[in-house]
């Protein structure tokens, strides 16, 4: 654990190799993903809070969106990974509330779906973004949440998973965002969980890791994407959780820490982030419990929903 | 990052190296300075989109860039320089993101500015076709590029028996293309009208014919009518042979399910689903005796 943490650490200090500039324009959800990643394994304060936090409103743009960076235009990603970050750090009275909730909300579309930025990319991946930054906003009511709910559906499958479009084919990572946005939007019944849920199962190889699609290799990160998606399915029994904590650790850089997508590859910081969340969300010894749908630490979500008025531990 | 292996380690010391990536380090954060600075100050000469490019080229999912050149090549795709310079715009978007996805296949970025281009209506969109078919010949699951494909089909009118034909030949190329058993599933419907699921709780209680949950209903509401038979009967065909050739393959399974849900649908031809199960317990014997 000392070693995933000095691996974020100093992946976050490094600004002298390529990779620090060729990812300036998701910075936002790399911070995210290692602050959190941090948050699980009891070291949010490893970095450095206040700076952070300062960083993440000069990326705030005149209409309420956030930029991946400073120099970046407002997208739905990274607005939702600032506010994931500043929910983190209890600092959302920082930022204006409704401004942010009426960006989002300018980007649903007549038939319920969600544009990226004014550019006009559809993907039910934004439908996820936008429902879950209005939940932690406590502003749900800025948007049309059945519409929201109606058009995820309309993109559901022969297999029940989801895909980026209607008529798109399934796909673990947008079957995560799918199950999340109808979760948030209390909508669950808009899936069918025992036909979903056999697909998700059934993306374990025999390696113990998880693939994305059948016939696919397997990859770290879906150990998150399936693995949220059958815990708010209530379905986490149906995969062999210690065949995929073997595979995971298996993973992970042992001299200088870190988790990479398959044995033996390159460590970076968003499978580093999904490996110890897959594990959190197994209940592995030592690290902070993690909520499938928000994809927080659950006490920063217990916070969320006491700031918003509804009673704490409620479930999505 | 994906399937890049872990370097070994001790081995980053070689001075050539070290002094090999800091230029490229310094060039490319020049660049970006670059074209972030000119792009803030709303030029929309050539040279800056030319520079926009070059940066295109080496990191296609800088989407603040992509942005750039939709803002400065709004009104001349609209014709504000006359129709050639509009479609002399539109072919260098098309060769620009052509080369970015030889970068980065999956880049959502480069995928959604090339549908931004070719909703320009200036794209020859048989070319387009002919392109995502090429793309598919390569990597048969890529779903940026059968998403692609759909996306053209629908603005060009491509008939669904076109592209019925096309599954299946991607099908027979390559049993194992979940991609291609997808389409079919989306096709069928469109062909025949009609999308019935089925939970687990429907086909385990038999007599019972819909749990009618909100989930056993097709994306547009109620069901319409069924497929008919002698279509499911050819599916059937297909996945049977799907089955001969490599009975552990996932993606004929998931897409059997299905068609056994097609085949109880038919509620006043419970005899479907009796030759459905019968022609699977035949596959199962077959494959108990391999």
């Known amino acids: 654990m000392d070693k995933h943490a000095a691996y974020i650490r100093g992946f976050a200090e490094r600004t002298d190799n390529f990779e620090y500039y060729a990812t300036e324009h998701f910075r936002m959800s790399g911070v995210y993903w290692g602050l959190t990643a941090l948050c699980l394994l009891h070291r949010r304060d490893d970095l450095d809070g206040p700076a952070i936090i300062k960083w993440v409103l000069e990326c705030q743009h005149e209409d309420g969106g956030f930029g991946g960076s400073e120099r970046h235009d407002a997208h739905l990603l990274y607005t939702l990974s600032a506010v994931q970050i500043l929910a983190i750090y209890n600092e959302l009275d920082l930022v204006d509330a409704d401004k942010i909730a009426k960006f989002v909300a300018g980007l649903q579309q007549p038939d319920g779906s969600f544009a990226g930025d004014q550019w006009g990319e559809i993907d039910t991946r934004f439908s996820y973004c936008a429902l879950l930054c209005l939940s932690i906003l406590g502003k749900l009511d800025a948007i049309d949440v059945p519409k929201a709910a109606e058009y995820v559906a309309s993109c559901r499958n022969f297999d029940g998973g989801f895909g980026c479009t209607p008529g798109c084919e399934s796909h673990a990572g947008q079957v995560f965002c799918c199950v999340g946005a109808l979760a948030l939007a209390d909508s ?36 998150w994407w399936c693995l949220s998606c059958l815990s708010i399915l209530e379905r986490l029994h149906w995969i062999d959780q210690a065949a995929l904590s073997k595979f995971i650790l298996f993973c992970q850089d042992e001299e200088d820490g870190g988790i990479s997508d398959r044995p033996e590859d390159m460590a970076d910081v968003f499978h580093t982030f999904f490996g110890i969340a897959g594990l959190s969300l197994m209940g592995y010894e030592g690290l902070e419990p993690i909520d499938p749908t928000y994809a927080l630490p659950s006490a920063v979500v217990d916070r969320i929903r006491q700031r918003n008025g509804a009673p704490s531990g409620a479930k999505t | 990052m994906h399937g890049r292996p872990r ?100 880049s959502y970025a480069t995928w959604h500015h090339r549908k931004w281009v070719v909703q320009k209506g200036l794209t020859d969109l048989q070319e387009e076709l002919k392109l995502v078919s090429r793309l598919l010949e ?15 089909v629908q603005l060009a009118g491509v008939a669904a028996e076109e592209e019925d034909k096309y599954t299946v030949q991607k099908i027979e190329g390559n049993f194992s293309n979940y991609s291609a058993w997808h389409a079919r599933t989306a096709l069928l419907q469109k062909l025949h009208g009609t999308h019935h699921t089925i939970t687990l709780a429907d086909l385990l209680a038999p007599g019972k014919q819909n749990s009618a949950g909100e989930c056993s209903r097709g994306p547009a ?59 699977l317990r035949v596959v199962l014997e077959r494959e108990d005796g391999i």
């Open chain 1, 188 to 223: 669950l019944h808009l899936v069918d969980r025992d036909l979903l849920c056999w697909w998700l199962c059934e993306r374990q190889t025999p390696s113990g890791g998880l693939n994305g699609r059948p016939e696919k290799q397997e990859d770290v990160c879906y150990s």
């Open chain 2, 221 to 279: 509401g109620a069901p319409g009518p069924n497929i008919p038979s002698w279509a499911l009967d050819e599916e059937f065909e297909l996945v049977h042979q799907a089955f001969y050739t490599d009975p552990a393959d996932q993606s004929g399974w998931f897409f059997h399910r299905w068609l056994v849900a097609q085949a109880v649908a038919h509620a006043h031809a419970p005899d479907a689903a009796a030759e459905a199960t019968q022609a």
């Open chain 2, 7 to 106: 370097p070994v380690k001790g081995l980053s010391n070689d001075p050539e190296k070290v002094q090999a990536a800091k230029q490229r380090v310094a060039l490319y954060s020049q660049l970006t300075g670059e074209v972030l600075r000119r792009r803030l100050a709303r030029q929309y000469d050539a040279e800056s989109l030319h520079l926009a490019a070059k940066l295109l080229e080496q990191n296609p999912e800088v989407y603040t860039v992509w942005n750039y050149r939709r803002e400065a090549l709004t009104p001349v795709l609209q014709g504000s320089k006359g129709q050639e310079a509009a479609q002399r715009a539109a072919v260098g978007e098309l060769q620009l993101t052509e080369a970015a996805l030889r970068k980065h296949i999956k």
């Open chain 2, 138 to 152: 390569l990597d048969d699951r890529n779903f940026h590029g059968w998403g692609y494909r759909q996306f053209i």
